[in-house]
């Protein structure tokens, strides 16, 4: 991982960022011109009495039960076999997974065989350590 993360830096460190004068300008400007949340202010309330409020929650409501009644009366009821293992296995349908290898960048492929040979080489001297 260090060899990795010891790329990973030398390539940040080669990356070179300058900001002009004019969007410094642009930016210190904006910064300026934000003013903080418990300055800024408020847009009074609408002024629509609790009646109202109250008058759409239960055309909402009156709404919503008028359609479940509607659903449930045109659909005829009908009767589920008993749940047995086998009607469940059946009714499970079967997913055709279609993968491929995802394909490793250069540092990232050596990176996994220098791991891989240090499970081998750990994984040798425990051998050798136990006796087998």
Same mark, same amino acid.
């Given at each position: 991982?260090?060899?990795?993360?010891?790329?990973?830096?030398?390539?940040?460190?080669?990356?070179?960022?300058?900001?002009? +004068? #004019? *969007?410094?300008?642009?930016?210190? &400007?904006?910064?300026? $011109? =934000?003013? !903080?949340?418990?300055?800024?202010?408020?847009?009074?309330?609408?002024?629509?009495?609790?009646?109202?409020?109250?008058?759409?929650?239960?055309?909402?409501?009156?709404?919503?039960?008028?359609?479940?009644?509607?659903?449930?009366?045109?659909?005829?009821? +009908? #009767? *589920?076999?008993?749940?047995?293992? &086998?009607?469940?296995? $059946? =009714?499970? !349908?079967?997913?055709?997974?279609?993968?491929?290898?995802?394909?490793?960048?250069?540092?990232?492929?050596?990176?996994?065989?220098?791991?891989?040979?240090?499970?081998?080489?750990?994984?040798?001297?425990?051998?050798?350590?136990?006796?087998?």
């Amino acid at each position: 991982m260090d060899k990795l993360a010891n790329r990973l830096r030398r390539d940040a460190d080669r990356i070179e960022v300058t900001v002009s +004068e #004019e *969007l410094e300008r642009r930016l210190d &400007a904006s910064l300026q $011109a =934000a003013t !903080p949340q418990d300055e800024i202010v408020r847009r009074p309330k609408s002024g629509r009495p609790a009646l109202f409020w109250w008058a759409s929650s239960l055309t909402g409501i009156a709404a919503a039960a008028a359609v479940i009644v509607i659903v449930n009366i045109r659909q005829p009821q +009908e #009767e *589920l076999p008993p749940a047995t293992p &086998a009607n469940i296995v $059946a =009714a499970v !349908p079967v997913i055709d997974w279609k993968t491929e290898s995802a394909m490793l960048t250069g540092p990232l492929q050596q990176e996994l065989e220098d791991l891989q040979s240090d499970i081998r080489k750990a994984e040798r001297q425990v051998r050798e350590d136990i006796g087998l």
